[in-house]
């Protein structure tokens, strides 16, 4: 069955840390998300990506780097974590453009 | 600013009675999709929609693009719509879908 499966589920880490967390899609999508969730904001996009190799900047991206090494794989990555950062993360995927969106089931960082 | 604004943030509602949730854009979008999240935190896509109406047993979405807004009706509401609800739009060609804030949704015996 065709999926978003976000790794790992939930991650703990200290200010200042490295942290990466992976997305990986079976849905043959050319398109790829980072969100992030927090109270008050709903969903935030970090980064997007259309295909293996392209990075597009969303609207929260300090912080932040993305990479997408595949067209099934999406990386976010935290080299330097801080407390800010703390959220809940989704990975999502859509076909090209005007289409149903897949999610994951969210990677839930703590930065302590 | 923020492009699309969800209302109301809160909302409760007694089992068997229904009400309607909204998002404003402040510009033109090219679709939208609407979105649960459960209990377990999962996000459960309930619509998209790049214009009219859809329909999905108690559930009921209008997107209309000229006017700026979407909405979602919810009737005859149970127990397990509870949760947070949340539009998504795009504004044009490759443009990442932005959220509303969501809006939480409490259903009462």
């Known amino acids: 069955e065709a999926a978003v499966t976000q790794s790992p589920r939930n991650k703990v880490t200290v200010t200042g840390g490295n942290v990466t967390l992976s997305c990986r899609q079976t849905n043959s999508h050319n398109y790829m998300y980072w969100y992030r969730q927090d109270t008050g904001h709903g969903l935030r996009l970090i980064h997007y990506?259309?295909?293996?190799?392209?990075?597009q900047i969303g609207d929260v991206p300090d912080g932040y780097k993305a990479t997408r090494t595949t067209q099934e794989d999406f990386f976010l990555l935290l080299e330097l974590a801080s407390p800010s950062q703390t959220s809940l993360y989704f990975c999502a995927s859509s076909a090209q453009g005007y289409s149903d969106y897949t999610f994951g089931s969210g990677t839930r960082l703590l930065v302590i | 600013g923020d492009q699309v604004e969800q209302s109301p943030s809160a909302l409760s509602l007694h089992e068997g009675t229904g009400s309607a949730l909204r998002c404003n854009f402040t510009t033109t979008m090219r679709a939208v999709q609407w979105f649960r999240k459960n209990s377990r935190g999962s996000l459960i896509n309930l619509f998209y929609?790049?214009?009219g109406t859809k329909e999905n047993g108690r559930l009921k979405s209008a997107f209309d693009s000229k006017e700026r807004y979407s909405t979602l009706h919810i009737r005859d509401a149970q127990l397990e719509d509870s949760g947070t609800y949340f539009c998504a739009a795009e504004a044009g060609n490759n443009n990442a879908p932005r959220f509303g804030a969501g809006t939480k949704l409490s259903v009462k015996p």
């Open positions: 990506s259309y295909g293996a190799g392209n990075l």
């Open positions: 929609l790049a214009s």
